[in-house]
Nanobody, 123 residues
Framework: QVQLVESGGGLVQAGDSLRLSCAAS????????MAWFRQAPGKEREFVAA????????DYGDSVKGRFTISRDNAKNTVYLQMNSLKPEDTAVYYC????????????????WGQGTQVTVSS
């Protein structure tokens, strides 16, 4: 088990950039695939991006491809989400999630979750 704490959310304008961070506790971070999901009010949780334990493989949701980049620094036990060209429809609570072994786009396959950080994009 790892404990996850997100940070970096805030209020930005359309077209701006923002970087989210997720700090993980524990010494087994390098065994965990990590992901970002988001949930807007009244909508289901949506897959944003995932990265393998080594960082060698990534996956993205269709709505963020080409705009968002997931990365990780295993020496710092941290995963990042660089968000560029933000749109109002990106407004949501963003959650960091982790699971052992390989990455997945399915939220029910993750058993470690952070508390979420709010991202609001104004038009």
């Amino acid at each position: 088990q790892v404990q996850l704490v997100e940070s970096g959310g805030g209020l930005v304008q359309a077209g701006d950039s923002l970087r989210l961070s997720c700090a993980a506790s524990g010494r087994t971070f390098t065994s965990y695939a990590m992901a970002w999901f988001r949930q807007a009010p009244g909508k289901e949780r949506e897959f944003v991006a995932a990265i393998s334990p080594s960082g060698g493989s990534t996956d993205y949701g269709d709505s963020v491809k080409g705009r968002f980049t997931i990365s990780r620094d295993n020496a710092k036990n941290t995963v990042y989400l660089q968000m560029n060209s933000l749109k109002p429809e990106d407004t949501a609570v963003y959650y960091c999630a982790g699971r052992t072994l390989w990455l997945s786009a399915l939220d029910y396959e993750y058993n470690n979750w952070g508390q979420g950080t709010q991202v609001t994009v104004s038009s």
